[in-house]
């Protein structure tokens, strides 16, 4: 590959980065050090390599420069408020300097692997930002361990080098395209060159003279202090709250993951020595695979929906059918799409496991219908709309409106029905390539996933839940509150575990293989205030259905937020109903008043947020009643019918039997 090829490659990546309208608009980008205060581990340095981009006055980063063409991990807007504090060369190879902010908090401590690089990054934030520079003493410079070695690394987009050679050809590609730059690059004026290396000189010989008075300090023999020497000066506590952010608390961290491990390290063992190893022996989840025949053939016949929706949206866009009639076909589409495998899972009872996954391919497949029926229609109806009216519109609606009607297209539709989103649009954003090797390695912890599932159902949360069907008929409070506490945990586990499978690992190996941009399928619920905001925060697909399609249709319609909410929350109660109560065969409601009962916690957390003046009592309410009491104890109420009414039809069947047997029996002695 020549070198042209490689700084076209280059600039079709820098198009790609957030913000970036034109490679000019780029600054500087490279792979820099970031020093993470709070990340080292026992598996994890405090040092992680980042690709910086300076586009402008915005500073951002990604992982690595891959992910440019996903969202940045952290935006910083640079301004003459900050300061870049320069700690030197470090280990004799390593140059180091921060961003620190008004405050006096450093917002970015990066380091680089020689001080020509280290020295252009910082010149390019200074003309950014406009930025005070000052370079720090040797005795007031941080103590990190040492930055991790990038020898060999390349970069990609260059063709090979390392992390300061990658910047210098980044800087060289950019600067043929870009004035702002040149200027952010080139050298300082001689005069202000004199001046900084005067400064450096005597802050340098301070720093040493300071050096060497702590270290005569430290040095001087402690028989040296009078026994009137005072000892004591105003100082908090170390726990107080004055000292407790500032102050490290490694040992106790490390005491909370022990007592953790040997908590559930025991509670593992009591387990083991009760039910021995139960899983693969039960047959609860497939215990009749033949049951499942129907539901294969019935899974192959959804893709006919899809066709059908696609076939009446061409019609209705060359002006065929009308769009009354458009909106009576995917009436009929998407209630025979709900309807009949609910009426197929009904009739021939396959096992719960297949029953609740193929109910979940078809209310995904119904919400996507509806999500491609409505977007169309409104399409529509902006292609008939005044010119004046169309050119008020967003950037991103007049790019959609652009391509429809040429979107209708079986290509089209079977890439919307496989992505995982759903709510429709004409195109998507594509990543540039696919990761094989991170595909891997998502593969393997879904398998790895998928093991603890199976073991935290069947050799915990099962045998707990079938203990629990005595207390219930008693209606004994006390066992019942403690076999709810009891199956809190491993509930709560396998909660986490089926999220982390799901929402991160299946989503993204989804999206990888089709190269799907918009990667974000939820966001940081665990920090919910309320739960309306868990709601928000948890599956991001979900939620940006029933905003788009549900809430603010009703919003329109009702002119009240409070009634949209209510409709949202009672059909989301709906849906959840369906995926469980109609595998189990039972309709009995848990799962529908489950979620409705969360509607009156909404006021209350965030009255409690208010006047407590502390959001973690929000987020605490969360954690309790959602996931250490909510879901045990839907989970006990829907095993505890599904055993009775079990139960109760192997009775009526052996009942049955024994009365045709003896009638038999009856007859023969009487011929």
Not at 101 to 118: A, F, I, M, V, W
Not at 184 to 201: C, F, H, I, Q
Not at 256 to 280: D, H, S
């Amino acid at each position: 590959m020549d070198l042209k090829q490689k700084i076209a490659g280059l600039k079709q990546r820098i198009k790609l980065l957030e913000g970036a309208k034109d490679v000019k608009n780029v600054t500087k980008c490279g792979y820099l050090y970031k020093y993470r205060p709070f990340g080292g581990g026992y598996f994890s340095p405090n040092w992680s390599l980042r690709f910086f981009s300076l586009i402008g006055k915005s500073l951002l980063y990604y992982k690595s420069e891959q992910d440019t063409n996903l969202h940045p991990r952290a935006r910083f807007e640079l301004n003459d408020s900050f300061t870049i504090e320069i700690e030197g060369l470090k280990r004799g190879r390593y140059w180091t300097f921060s961003l620190i902010d008004t405050t006096g908090g450093s917002l970015l401590r990066l380091s680089t692997e020689n001080k020509k690089d280290g020295e252009m990054w910082i010149a390019a934030l200074k003309a950014a930002g406009n930025i005070d520079v000052e370079v720090l003493p040797p005795d007031s410079r941080w103590k990190s361990p040492r930055p991790p070695s990038i020898r060999g690394l390349q970069y990609r987009a260059g063709g090979g080098g390392s992390s300061a050679g990658s910047s210098q050809a980044s800087a060289s590609l950019h600067r043929k395209g870009s004035a702002s730059e040149t200027a952010s690059e080139s050298d300082m004026s001689e005069a202000e060159g004199t001046r900084a290396k005067e400064r450096v000189k005597v802050r340098r010989k301070e720093g040493a003279e300071a050096k060497e008075a702590a270290a005569r300090a430290a040095d001087r023999p402690r028989t040296q202090m009078r026994v009137s020497f005072p000892i004591h000066k105003s100082r908090y506590s170390i726990l107080s709250s004055e000292r407790m952010t500032n102050q490290n608390h490694h040992g106790l961290l490390n005491l909370a993951a022990i007592i953790l491990v040997v908590t559930n390290g025991r509670l593992i063992m009591e387990n083991l020595l009760k039910y021995g190893f139960n899983v693969g022996n039960m047959g609860f989840w497939l215990a009749h695979p033949m049951r499942a025949v129907p539901l294969v053939y019935a899974w192959l016949a959804l893709s006919l929906f899809g066709m059908a929706a696609l076939l009446t949206e061409r019609f209705a866009a060359n002006g065929t059918l009308r769009e009354r009639e458009a909106l009576i076909i995917h009436i009929l589409n998407i209630s025979t799409c709900m309807l009949g495998p609910c009426f197929i899972v009904i009739n021939h009872r396959p096992d719960i496991l297949v029953s609740i996954i193929f109910m979940l391919v078809v209310l995904t497949l119904c919400m996507k219908l509806i999500s491609y029926a409505h977007v169309n229609y409104d399409l529509r109806g902006l292609r008939h709309a005044p010119p004046e009216a169309v050119a008020q519109l967003s950037p991103l609606l007049q790019q959609q409106l652009a391509v429809y009607p040429a979107n209708l297209t079986l290509k089209n539709m079977a890439y919307f029905l496989t992505a995982p989103t759903l709510c429709y649009q004409t195109n998507y954003p594509r990543s540039s390539r696919r990761r094989k090797r991170w595909l891997v390695r998502r593969i393997l912890e879904a398998v790895v996933c998928v093991a603890l599932l199976a073991i935290l159902i069947e050799q915990y949360i099962m045998p707990a839940a079938f203990n629990s069907l005595e207390p219930l008929k008693g209606l004994e409070v006390g066992r019942v509150l403690e076999r709810v506490l009891k199956l809190s945990i491993p509930v709560l586990y396998f909660w986490l575990v089926m999220f982390y499978m799901f929402f991160h690992l299946w989503m993204n190996i989804l999206g990888e293989l089709l190269r799907f941009g918009d990667r974000e399928f939820y966001r940081d619920w665990w920090n919910a205030r309320n739960i309306e905001e868990y709601w928000r925060l948890w599956n991001m697909p979900v939620h940006q259905w029933f905003v788009r399609h549900v809430y603010f249709p009703c919003l329109h319609l009702t002119k009240s937020r409070e009634a949209s909410v209510f409709v949202v929350f009672a059909l989301s109660a709906v849906f959840h109903e369906l995926v469980i109560g109609v595998p189990m065969n039972l309709l009995r409601g848990w799962a529908f008043w489950g979620i409705m009962s969360q509607l009156p916690l909404i006021p209350l957390t965030k009255w409690m947020n208010k006047y407590l003046k502390n959001e973690q009592a929000g987020n605490i309410v969360f954690w309790l009643v959602f996931c250490i009491f909510g879901q045990p104890l839907c989970i006990l109420l829907y095993v505890h019918d599904y055993l009775l009414t079990k139960q109760s039809v192997t009775a009526a069947v052996t009942a049955v039997v024994t009365k045709v047997a003896t009638n038999a029996t009856t007859g023969a002695d009487e011929l």
